[in-house]
Each structure stands twice: as structure tokens, then as C-alpha cells.
């Protein structure tokens, strides 16, 4: 924990607190980073994280909690007192393949108390089941739209709603997908208004950005 | 003249008279292939031509005909003779932008024979105008898919048909469209069945492939 | 204007009236689109307008406006009433070589009711510039950050505040900047949450985006 | 299963049964997938299944078939009936690696009911082998050219026959073969008319357009 | 003149005397380089010059040749001798508008004193142009194949031919042909043997490396 | 070791001995390489080995010493005296994931004998981080920045401080960080002077630059 | 000039003034930042400059001074009192093609107060010429090497001195240079030590990092 | 065996006999190839085997012979006489790294009758290793340069020797190096004339095209 710079004022700045990035932390470190989370905030949440990094951090926190397909690892707050969930955003998915990328997204938005809506499987290759849905994604404060290989979801959406869509790429696909820049480019260069892109495969990003325009829309940023 | 080697065998072997690539060619080349064609084939099909080629044919052929948007050259066979045309083929947009290309397309498979109906700016930024128009273009024997930018077209058109797909990336858009790279990527990576994609801008070969699956299907090949 | 098929609908929709991308577009064309929307709206916005294009609307509408800097052409409403702009969006540059993008979102913004506060020239090789007015940046409730080069203001920002940043790369720059793609790349790898990318350039979507979020948080939408 | 939502219509829309794409599914929901398709369409037909998965479904439907080349996994009707392929199309390759995308293209085409002629292992290096062939494959009424590395192949089958082409780029190679886009680009710009392109290593998708075409010149489409 | 280093001992080095690259030479050091060079070899070579160029060298040398297809800008030797060429290279394009590279490279390889067979337009579209001059091809000591678009000419006469095959590929084409990176892809992917590659529209390097290997053939190296 | 060509003469011409690259070195040569240099030098230095090559090496040399995060395998000088370290170098990282590669740079530079300060996890998304010890890096000679998704850290620094920056940036990220080479033209375009760059993860080759300039610094190059 | 936000401070920062980057600046507002920086600092130094705005520059300070080579603009101090020039920097290029991004490091260092030795036209293709200057070049503090097309030079260098190199690609080549990427990547990949980079045809910077390293080296920074 | 189409007919068009790439080859596929080709030829050569394939092929052969180093695996002729080598070949590497693919390459030149002289570990950063074998070097009637990171020995060598140079970029790097993308550019853009590439690792290629040109130097073409 020499190294470590811990950003324990970041709650302050930017009304999130520190959250653990998992994927590749020596394992010490990571336990160690735990801790000293814990010990600031009463509570842990991390990202991408592996199942034997669950059982390294179940040793030290009996009551860690795993989900096998977000692979998200939370250590939840003693009192586990439910936080009560506000607002509105819909995470949307393109295909089965991309539901790890958004519940990722979703359960990201849900730790910082925000309600999510989920519609799953409904890509453009089939777009009823997308046109069936378009009242109620429409109702959310913002749209999460997660899709791989040629990631039109993000530009179909844009064009039926009118709140903000954030547009998460994914590495689903092969071939000329390039491990997702084609729908990244896809989603950059849409001719919808209202997309902004994040990352391949960074459901977390998308989380907090939709959480926080939802808490912009429901007054409590 | 003494360079090139023109492939009168061609029409013998697929069906199809050799046509010209206008672009870059010299004057003095670009009237003598026009000549020598005209001698063999008694009209004349060229794409991609400037203004100033136009003139420049229409002294040698003063019933040449010039279409600006397409840029097709046509000198038209001596006796003026309307071909019939046959089958079906449907020929979209996404957006005003993209109808140069289209009509590169369309005309091309009009002059090998075929009928086209036309569905001009009709992109998924707005689905309520392609999905008014889905049956008609179902009725069509193949169709040809014109987008630039994200290029999400193709996609939705090939959940929503029977038919063969043939998607035409343009080089519309700016930025990290890449002169047509990222709509080229989208559809090569299309999560729809039933697309296959031609080069970027190329009208003129989707009107052939058009044209090629038009007449199977017609019967006439 | 046989070809164009204007989307009145958008409005009800996205909550957003249709705006014109002049470029490219046919002198023709554009006069009767503007005709059209003129008269469906009362009021027409276009970006990426020339010279020559203000002069061309200037004859059909005498009291078009034309701002050199941002190329937006407009043609206020008849009555001149000055909209009444609401919320707070901040729009900040690292270069001036990047304000006539950053003009682009800002007077889309305003056009769309935002009231826009601007932070110019602060970029980090000067960091000072960015920390004295960064209490400032925090009231507003959205960020436009609008970077060449490297792109890497968006994530000092994005670190700093507690608001949804909308990161616009541009082409600014020159080498391996690759004609923007560099700046793309840093804002879309940001270390900094909160982060979200649109196309190169593309100040028209960030000020579209930033609008969407501005009018949610002041109950608008 | 509570994610999945499976395209019960798709039949109706493109006259094509949904089929499985094996790679990377879970355990659970390939079983899942498997059955409720059977349920549905009698019959079931996947693509890019491994060993460990022709395992699993052959718990559940003992009469399952896996063909290690094409690493296709059916089940086939309880009736086992066989379907009376019609048309023909040709399925051609460069090299002796390229084949298991050929099978995938061709027992596709041959599951969807059409009739499939195999041309292998004659690339361009050894033309002859090419031109012995020539009259054949042209009878066809479509051919899938199947090549990797430097993919030639396509447009020296373009040159030669008069029917449409589907050109498949595989990742076959090393080097600057960059995992199939060497050949992907090599058929985009196919100087030879009547090429069109599907993603690296499609195919499946290949044979799904190739079914298409056939039909529509057998008349059952 | 202060600043070129001409490299005078290269002909010793190499047997090839120093040869001038005009494009974006400024005017007064191209007249000095001339100058330099003829006083030192008696005759200049010069490749990529523009009419303007030659212009200029004519008036300092009113003997200078200029061929405007090839852009080489000779100053022959005062005595205007026939060089008595030796050996034999084909020079072999796909189509008319490789010839200027194909000219750069056997004006180059006749200035080194090589004798050269070319055969243009016999791209592999219309493949029997290429068949029927199999055999005279062969007869050369060193073939140089100049090919744009996907440039799969190199492949297909590598795998006819005994000698070695010299690859330029051309920035001839569209799209995604990247300038001629698809044609260089190809045929450094090339599945035939026998097979090397020079830069795009390198035909300069190209005819100097037929003339090392012609030379070798016939015994002058 | 037949094959290895030693350059001894290298500490003549550059005032640095050789040091070994150990990644995929094979096992016999790299045992032979050590001695071979212990043998001229009295002492070895290695970079990217692996625990069996730490186990390899220390059985020809008990008193060998590997550093886990850097990757360093080193053979002490016999005597084990101490160099005395001149100067300051600043190694500076924006993550703790780019530790590794920073101290790669680190212990290269006192290896060649320079006194070193490290400032680790001060990236810019939390900038108050840096900016507190702003004063403490600018009293180095030379700057060592390392950083790896958007690499925005150099560009910051090199506008706070007067000496040479020395970018490294590194694989850390993911997505469309392309192994690196986000980061990488991040600091290549950086807004910033001063700023020069290294290979990806190249620690080594920024300890040996940072060293040649702490030693003019300090007159003892 | 209600946009430009001088950095008056960076002087007192970084030990150098500000210097204007002339391409693409508005007429006005260039003038308007040569004037004020010239009632700062008592003289400007621009980069980047054309004819045309030195024309504009020499209506308010007559006695400004432009290089057609370099392209720097410089309004000289009112004493003209010549600067005391200290140390030593070598810059070398591969070409005469690479001596204007040459001139700008030059006189770039040259501004800043270095003693220049410039070695233009010794690339690698005659390698003597580099070797015949290799103890000259190695007197220099710091070695500024400036090449394009393959940038092989830089490597050659980093071999033979025992001093930093700054490597600078430039834009000249042509086909697969990919305006000067290739160079970029050569350099960036040295096997020698010693080379960092900057971006391609970066004179101005290669030539503030070499002065850095100088005053270093001469104990004046 | 039913797929492969073994091109027997290759040694009376080109002079060579058919020879495996083993890589990826399916065992059963693998024998059965070795044994029609050594009833065909009486001799068999692979490149690109594994240990796996040697097994597999020794219980056929029982006299196969496998080089780890090259990973050539050969069945030699039943009377092992000994071929007589011809000319002189010159192969040339930058580091010991480059030596696998530097001995497929002189492996593959000596299988077909040439006389190889191996240069290896010469590299560019310490050049003197490179001018010391000048003379040796040029007595070849072909030179191989095989590098990887830079690929800067190509272009030094070009500018040394008379005769054409193979340059054979190697995927030995990291980072930027792309797997060798970076050397096959330095190559493809060589200042250096006389420099002609194959594909990256492309051993086998070079010692091919090296055997053609040196049996026309000895007239045994």
C-alpha cells in the first residue's frame, strides 16, 4: 500500500466516492485497497473482478457479495440498509452477448441510488422488439444503449427518444470488428442527435455518467 | 489507343458490355475508348465523368447524355430504342446525401435491363419513414442499401426483408467516419443476415450485383 | 426538394425542431430546405454554412445572420423575440484554434434555450488558467470540453467537477494528430469519470447533448 | 433463458429460421436455446460450436450431429426426413486452410435447402487448377469464393462467370494478413464486377446470402 | 546548393550513378543538382518532374527530354550514343491507368542499360489477356507486375513464372483502397513465391532492382 | 553463443555498457550472455526476465537479485560496493498499474548511476495530487512521466516544469487504448514542450535518456 | 483578442518565453499577439509563418525578419543586440528534403540561445557521410536528428554518440510514409538507446527540448 | 486427403518443387501431404513445424529431421547424397532474435541448391559489426537483411552493396512495434534502392526469391 494514493476527497469534488478498478491488481494490493475503502466509507465496490479475487476478499469480508456476470465485487455496508433508489435510466442491449457490459452499467447506477429500467436482447436485426419498447425507454431520465458488432442500436434510439443516450461499444463479434471499434466508430459517427460514446466495453463509465444526469433530472446532484 | 486493352469477350463471358471508368482518364483515351466501344457495341455506359468529359464527348457524339448527380456519361444506341425493363430491384438512402451514390446504382441497373423503384432519405434517425415503406421494398428481388456516416441501414433493412442486401458505404460524414471506412465496418459487421457490402462509394457495383440477382431471379440471365 | 424528406415529426419526438448541415449541400437544395423549415417553424438554424451559402439564403430570407467564426447561418423568427435561456452550460477550449467548435456548441445551446457561460484558452500547458476558474465551471450543469492535440483537458475536467462533461475532439493540431483521431482517443480512454465523446468537430451534438441534460436539470424537458 | 429474446417471427419476416451462434454462449442458456428452438421449429442449427458444447446438447438430444470441420451443431428433425435440395451453388477455396469456412458456408446454404457444388484448394497460384473448373462453377447459380492471405481469388472468379459472387476474406495467414483484413480489403477493391463482400471467416453468412439468390432463381423464395 | 550532398562515389558503391528525385525540389536547387550531376556523369536522370520542371532544366540544357506519362526529365549525353541494352524484363500492368508507374519503371531499367518487353492492361478481370502472354513473360530474366485497386496481378503471375516477380502497387483505385495500401497488402500477402515488394508507385525502385537481378542474369553486374 | 555478436566496445562509444533484454531470450543463451558480460564487465544487468530466468541465472550467480515489479534481473559486482548516486531524476506515474514500467526507468537510471525521486498515482484526474508536489518534481534534472490509458499526465507536467520530460507511455487501459498507443500519441501531440517520447513500456530506454542528461547536468557525462 | 489568453507567467514556469504557432491564425488576431507579446517581452519569435503573414506582420514592425525556409517570423529586439550563444547542438538530417523542420530546430535553439552545428544530407542510403562527421556530431550536447521516409538515421546516430538524441520524423515520402508515420515508427521502435521523439515535423519542438538539454549541460538553466 | 489439390505441376512452371507450411495444418491432413509429396519427389521440406508434427512425421519417416531453431522439418532423399550448393547468398540479421527467421530463409535457399554465408547479430546500433563484413557482404550475388523493432539494416545495407537486397521485416519488438508492421514499413519506405520486402517472418519467401535470383547469376535458372 506504499504506492497507493488513495483520492479520499473525491466525494467531495465530484459527489462519487472511490471506486476499486480490480482487473489486474496484484493480490495484496487489492486486499489492502479494500480496506483502506472500507475503513473511509463503510462500504467497497469493484469493478471487473475475477472469482479468485472474491475469494481473496471474502477472507477478509465475510459478507462480499459477487455477481458472476457483471463481475462486480461489493462489500456492502454493515447494516446492509438498502439505499433508496431514484429516478430513472434504462439500459438497453443490442444482443444476449452484451448483457455483462450492461449490467455493469446498470448495477454501477443502482450503487449510486438510481433506479434502472433493463431491456435486454432487442437489437436492430429484429427491430419490433426494439419500436415495442420505445414508449417506455422514453419514460427514463437517460438511456444507456450497449451493442457489439455493428452497434446500431445507439443511432436507432437516438432517433425515438429525446433524453440523453449514452453509448457503450462492445467487444462482442469477430472479424473486422477489431474487438469493438467498429461499433465504436459506429456510435461516434451517428447520424442520430443526442449519442455520446465512452469507452469499448466500459459499462462503469456509462453508470456514472447516466447517474449523473439522473440525479441533475430528479434535483439531487 | 495502342495501351489499352479492351475486353470485348466480356458481354460472351459474364453477361455483362464493358463499361467506363471515367475518372483520371487522359482526353485523348477517354474519346477513343468511347469511339471504340461505340463502334462494337453500338452505345456507350461511363461513370464518374466531370463536365468537362462531357464536352468533350458530346463533340465526338453530339447525343451524348450527361446526368450531373450520378455523373454517368451515356452515348445511347442510333436508334433511340427504349429497352424494357424487368424484375424489381429497390434502391435506398439514409439521408440527401447519399442519392449521388444511389443514382450511380440506379442507373447503372437500369441500363443492364432492370426496373428500380427508389426510397430516398429514409434513415433510422427517423425509422418511422423506412418502416412505412417496408413492405413495398419487400417486394423488390434484391436491395440495394445507400449510408453514409454510421451506415446503420443495412442492418435494419436486413432484419426487415426477404431478400438479398447489397449495402453501399459512402464517404458521407466527417471526422472518425474516415471517408467512409467506419460505415464500410458497420456493415460488414452487420448483426442482420442476408448483407454483403461493396466498396465505398460504389454505386456502379451494386447496380451490377443488383442487376445480376435481378435477372435470376426474373429468369433472363 | 423532391428527394429531401424532412422530418417534422423530430420535434415531438426528440424535442428538438430539425436543424440543417449546409455543407455539401446543393445551392437548390438548400434554399428550398431552408424555405421549407421556414415555414413549418417560423425560425431555421444551419451549421457549417459558407460564405457563399449566407449570401444564396440572404437573397430569400433578408434578415438571415451569418457568425463567421462558429459558420452557423440562421433566420431569426419573424417577431425577433429573444428566447428566454435557462440553466447554465459551460462550454471551455484548451486552444483558441479550438473556439470556432466551441462557438458551434454554445450557439446551438442558446439556440435550443441554454444559457452558456464560456471558459476559453485554458488549456493544460497552462494549468493555472483551468484551476482559477474552476469553481465557476462546477455551477454550471453541464461541461463542453472542446480539445485538439492531445484532447487531455477533458480529463483534468473531468476529475475536477461533479457534471456530465460532453468531450469534443478536434482536428486541431497536425503530425500524428491525424486529423483529430488523437484527441479522440485520449477523451475516450479517460482515467477521469464522467466523461462521454462525440464525433470530431462535432460541436453541434455536444450542444444538442449538453441541452438535453441542461433542461432535465432545470425541469424543462 | 430469462434474458433471451428469441425472433419467433423471423421466419415470417426473411423466410430463414433463427439459428444458434454457439461462440461464447453459457452452458445453461445454449441448452436453453437449444430447446426451446427445437420446441418451436422442430429442428435446430448452430454454428461455431466447440467439442464441449456437442457434449452438453447431446445430453439433452441424443440424435445431435457435430461436424468437427465446419464445427456446425444440429439437431435434426425427429422424422429425420431429408430436405430436397434445389438450385446449386458453388463453393470455392483458395487453400486446403480455408475449407472449414467453406463447410460452414456450404452446409448452411445445404441446411436452408439448397443444393451445394464444392470446388476446393484451387487458388491463384496454380491457376490452372482454377481454369479446369471454370465451366462448372458457372453453371452454378452463385458461387462463394472462400480465400485468405492475399484473397485474389474472388476476382479472378469475378472475371471469369456471370453470376454474383459472395466473396469470403478468412484470417488465413501471418504476418500483414492483420487476421483476415488483408483479404477483406483485397475483395472490397476487387477490380473484376460482381463481387461482394461478407465479414472475415462469415461463412454462415455467406451461405445465408447464397440461399437467397438461389432461390430467387429457382423460384422458391 | 550549400546544403545537397551529392553522393558521387554511389556508382562505385553500388554501379548505379546518383539519380535525381525532382517532386517538391525547389527551383534554383534542381537547376544546381542538374548542373552538378551532368558535369560529373554527362547525362541526367530525373523522376516525378513536373512540366514546370522541365521548363526550367530546358533552359540550362535545351537538349532535355521530358515524357510526360513516365514525368522522367532526361539530359542525355552530349554525343546523344545509344546505350546498347541487354537482357530482358517484362513489365506487366492490370490496367491503363497503372502505366505511368509501369513507364517510370521501364524507362528506368532502359536508362540502366536493361532491354524491356511490357504488357499492359492484362489485369486478371478478363484473365485470358494475362494467359495468352504466359509464355513471353517467362522469356524475361526479372518480371516487375504494377497493379492498383487489390493488385492481384503479382499473385497470379507468381504462380505462372520461374523468374523473380517485382510487385509495385499503385494508388490507383477508390475507397478503401487507402492509396494503394490495399494493392501493397495484397501482394506482400501474396500466396504465390516468389513474390517482393517495393513502395506504392514505386516504379523507380522497381526498375532498378530488375536491372540489378537482369544484370546478374546476363553477366554485367 | 555462436550467434550472439557481444559490443563491448559500446561503454567506449556511448559511456554505457550493455545491458540484457531478457524477454524470449532462449534459456542456454541466456545463461552464456550473463557470464559472457560478468566476465568483461563484473557485473550484469537485466531487463523483462521471468522467475525462471531468475531461477536460471542464479544458479550460475547465487548472489543474483530480481526485483518482481520492475522485472530486473541484476548480478551484483563481487565486491558489492555501493555506487554513489549523483543528481535527481523525477519518475513520476499517473496510476499505480504503471509502477511496473516506472521502475524499470527508476533502476535503470541508479544502475547508471543516478539518484532518483519517485512521485507514484498522482494522475490527472485527481490533479491536486500533482500539483502539491510541483516544486519537489521541477527540482529534478529530468523528468520521467509515465502513464498509460489517454497518457494526458505528460502534457500537465510539461507545462509546470523547466526541465526535459521524458514520456513513457504504457499498455495500461483498455478498449480503443490499443495496447499503448492512445497513450502514446497522446504524448506525441502533446499542447506541451519539453515533452519527448519513448516506446511503449519502454521504462529502460527513458532511465538511460534521463541518465545521459543528469549526467550533463551534473558534468560527469 | 477578447479570446487569446497569453501565458505571461510561463517565462518565470519554464524559463521560456512564449512563441506564437502561426498556421491557421486569423489575420487579426495574429497581429493583435505579435504586438502583445512584443510589449511584454521586447521581441516575438513565430513558427509556421507564410508570406503572407509576414507581409502583415512587417506593416506594424518594419524591421521584422522572415526565413522561406525555416518559415519563422521573428520581430528582432529594438538594440538588435545579438544573444551570447552558449554550448553545443548538432542537427542533422537524412535529405535535403528534411532541411526546412531542420532550420526550425536550429533556429529555434538559435533563439533560445544555443550554438548550433548543423550536418545536413548525410542519410543512411551513403553512410559515410554520416560516418566521416560521427566525432563532430558527438562534441554536441544533444543531437537534434531530423529524417523522413524510413527515419532510419535517427538509430544510426543513437549508436555512435553518447549523448541524448532527439529524433523529429518528418512528412517527406510518399505511398506508405503515411505523412510520416513510418518515420515516426521507425524512431519510436529504435534498437538503439538514447532516441526519444516528437511529433512529425516538430523542428520547434526537437529544437526547445535540445536548448533544455544545453543549459543543462552548460549549467545556465 | 479428399481436399488437398497438390500442385504437382509447380516444379516444371517455376523450377520448384511444391513444399508444406505446417502451421495449423490437421495431423492426419499433415502425414498424408508428407507422403504423396515424397512419392511424388522422393524428398519432402516443411516449414513452420511444431515439436508435435516432428513426432507425427518421424513415425512415418523414421530418418525426418527437425531444426528447432528454423522449425524446417525435412525427409531427406532415401541416399541422403548430398546436393552440390551453388553461387553465394548472403543473410544478414540485426539481432540474435531475427535468427529463426534468418534460418528458414538460408535453410530454404540451401534445400533449393544455393550456397548461403550467414551474417548475423550486425545490427545498426552498433554499425562497425556491419562495415567490418562490408566486402564479405557484397560478394553475394543476393543479400537477405532480416531485422525487426526498426528495420533500419535494410536500408543501411542498400546504400552498401551492389546487389538486390531481400529485406525480411521480423515481428521482434514490443509496443509500437505492431508485430512487425513497424519494420515492414521502414523497409517499404527505404531511402536505400535496391530494397525489395516480403511479408513479416517471411523467411521462407526470401530464401526462395534469393534462389531464384542467384541460379540466374550462376545461369542455372
Redesign the interface.
Known amino acids: 500500500m506504499d ?3 488513495l ?1 479520499f ?2 466525494k467531495n ?4 466516492a472511490e471506486v476499486v478498478f480490480c ?3 496484484a493480490d495484496e ?1 487489492l486486499v489492502d485497497i479494500y480496506k483502506k475503502l472500507y475503513a473511509n466509507d463503510g462500504r467497497v465496490f469493484g469493478t471487473r473482478a475475477s472469482d479468485h479475487q472474491f475469494e481473496l476478499i471474502r477472507e477478509a469480508f465475510p459478507n462480499a457479495i459477487y455477481d458472476k456476470v457483471s463481475r462486480i465485487l461489493q462489500v456492502p455496508p454493515a447494516d446492509n440498509k438498502e439505499i433508496q433508489l431514484v429516478g430513472n435510466i434504462a439500459v438497453v442491449t ?4 452484451d ?1 455483462p457490459v450492461a449490467e455493469e452499467a446498470a448495477q454501477t447506477a443502482e450503487y449510486f441510488g438510481s433506479k434502472v429500467t433493463r431491456f ?10 426494439l ?1 415495442e419498447n420505445r414508449d417506455s425507454i422514453n419514460e427514463a ?2 438511456v444507456v444503449a450497449v451493442a457489439g ?4 442500436l445507439a ?2 434510439i ?7 443516450v ?1 453509448a457503450v ?1 462492445t ?1 462482442v ?30 459499462g462503469y ?2 453508470g ?2 447516466a447517474t ?2 439522473n440525479r ?2 430528479v ?1 439531487t ?1
Open positions: 504506492f497507493a494514493n483520492d476527497d473525491r469534488r465530484t459527489g462519487f482487473e489486474r491488481k494490493f443490442a444482443g444476449t452477448a448483457i435486454y436482447d432487442v437489437g436492430v436485426s429484429g427491430i419490433h422488439r419500436m431520465n437517460c458488432m455493428e452497434g446500431a443511432s436507432v437516438g432517433g425515438l427518444v429525446s433524453k440523453p449514452i461499444p467487444s463479434g469477430y472479424g473486422a470488428n477489431f474487438g469493438g471499434v467498429s461499433a465504436l466508430l459506429t456510435m461516434i459517427n451517428s447520424c442520430a442527435n443526442g449519442v455520446s460514446v465512452v469507452n469499448i466495453d466500459n463509465g456509462a456514472y455518467i449523473q444526469i441533475l433530472a434535483g446532484e
